[in-house]
C-alpha cells in the first residue's frame, strides 16, 4: 500500500509580486494543472511543508489558498475542450492520478 496522497491546491493572490512568488514555490512542491491550481502528490509530511512555505509569502489578510484531498479511488473525468490535441498524451501526471 502506498503512502503517497493526492491534493489539489488552488490560490487566489490579490497582489501581483506575492503571486510570482506564490507560483514560483508551488512549481517546487507541485504540478501546474492551471496557473493557480495545482497537483500534489505525496505524504502528508509534504503537504504540510509546502503549505508552510506557501504561508511566509502570502497576505492572510488578502490572500485565499486552499488544499482539498482527493479520494484515492474516485471519478477522474474532463469537461470541454482538451488542452492538448489528438494523439498526445500527458504522462506527467504521477502513479497515484493515472
Not at 489558498?65 to 471519478?75: E, I, M
Amino acid at each position: 500500500m502506498s503512502s503517497e496522497l493526492a491534493f489539489v491546491i488552488g490560490y487566489d493572490i490579490s497582489d501581483p509580486r506575492r503571486l510570482l512568488r506564490v507560483h514560483r514555490e508551488m512549481c517546487k512542491h507541485a504540478t501546474p494543472l492551471e496557473y493557480s491550481v495545482f497537483l500534489l502528490v505525496g505524504s502528508e509530511r509534504a503537504r504540510r511543508y509546502c503549505l508552510d512555505e506557501i504561508r511566509g509569502l502570502i497576505d492572510a489578510a488578502a490572500d485565499d489558498v486552499r488544499c482539498y484531498p482527493l479520494p484515492a479511488r474516485g471519478f477522474q473525468g474532463r469537461v470541454g475542450r482538451a488542452s492538448l490535441p489528438d494523439g498526445i498524451v500527458w504522462t506527467g501526471l504521477p502513479a497515484a492520478i493515472t
